[in-house]
């Protein structure tokens, strides 16, 4: 299994991006996807996360500027970003626990990262 992870870049603050993150692999099922990052010299934390069932949870830090949403057909999860700030700027990594075929359980995997800087 596969987390392919896209949309980072360059944006001004206040500005808007879309990070994107696709699995791939033998998927039999996905059920939590989402999104962590970390910023130089600070611990991984968490971005955004969505259940199979479209039930979302926010880092207190969102405070409604990002929005998370998901594909299960298509094993997909994106996370819209408004009104970025430079505090925003990180490693954004997408994460899925996956029911992988002929595997007993849940097996968490992570993408491979994609940075987002907010600069003027």
């Known amino acids: 299994v596969q987390l392919q992870a896209s949309g980072g870049g360059l944006v001004q603050p206040g500005g808007s991006l879309t990070l994107s993150c696709a699995a791939s692999g033998s998927i039999s099922a996905i059920n939590d996807m989402g999104w962590y990052r970390q910023a130089p010299g600070e611990e991984r934390e968490l971005v955004a996360v969505?259940?199979?069932?479209?039930?979302?949870n926010y880092g207190d830090f969102v405070k409604g500027r990002f929005s998370i949403s998901r594909d299960n057909a298509k094993n997909m999860v994106w996370l819209q970003m408004n009104s970025l700030k430079p505090e925003d700027t990180a490693v954004y990594y997408c994460?899925?626990?996956?029911?992988?075929?002929?595997?007993?359980?849940?097996?968490?995997?992570w993408g491979q990262g994609t940075l987002v800087t907010v600069s003027s």
């Open positions: 994460n899925a626990e996956v029911k992988v075929r002929g595997l007993w359980g849940l097996t968490n995997y």
């Open positions: 969505i259940t199979g069932g479209g039930s979302t």
